[in-house]
């Protein structure tokens, strides 16, 4: 009887410790994993164009600030015209008015001047009639409008706002590299592949095409559309 027990016992030791091998193998197993980046990029055209313009007018009474802001506006919008740019594309942002008689640090026996401060705001998704008015506009100057750089820069801004009609095709891009990677590293370790354990998307980043210092994406039309995505493969 006691044989008996004791063999029992004995193979269920050795039954549990089959088990537990098997057990530690598959955990070891399940940690084997190799981590991988997918990296895709794509250039693209800016879809959309902001150009604010700035320009001021003075006058020692506030009627002659106005007639002279009028005729700037008026000079401003026939260069838009000239360079095709439709007139509903383009809109008054803001205006300042300004008496310097009522600022306290005028001196007593400064003359007193109105200023008139307009910025015309250009909205179009022709970004190349914008692209080609902004090298023109040196022609603003030159009929005596005066351009004003106050509230910020002067220049166009273009914009790419179509992200998402390129994502789907980014990211299956940046994947097939990742596991082109992997199934490289994998060969190398003498392993095979396995499914995937994890997976990270990435963040969309809108980059200038020309990369230089003090250059922004904002500012070319042209821009490089970058996804860095991070893949976990197991390996077997």
Known sequence: MKVLVALILGLGMI??????????????????YVTVKGVAEQ???ADLALWPIRFAATGETLEEAREK???????VMAFLKLQAIDEDSVELQRMDVVDTHANPYQPENGAR????????MVRTEAVDKVRQAAQGVSDLVDSGVILSSD?????????????NDIKPEMISEATAAARESAQQFARDADAELGGLRRANQGVFQILARDQAPGVTAEQQPV??????STFDYYLE
């Open 223 to 228: 821009k490089t559309v970058r996804v860095v």
């Open 151 to 163: 509230y910020g820069p002067t220049g166009p801004t273009y914009l790419f706002t179509r992200l």
């Open 113 to 120: 001047k109105f200023i008139i401060t307009q910025v015309l």
């Open 15 to 32: 039954v549990s410790a089959s088990l537990l091998k098997d057990g530690l193998t598959e955990m070891r197993t399940g940690d084997r």
């Open 43 to 45: 250039e693209v055209n």
């Open 69 to 75: 802001a009028r005729s700037s506006r008026d000079g």
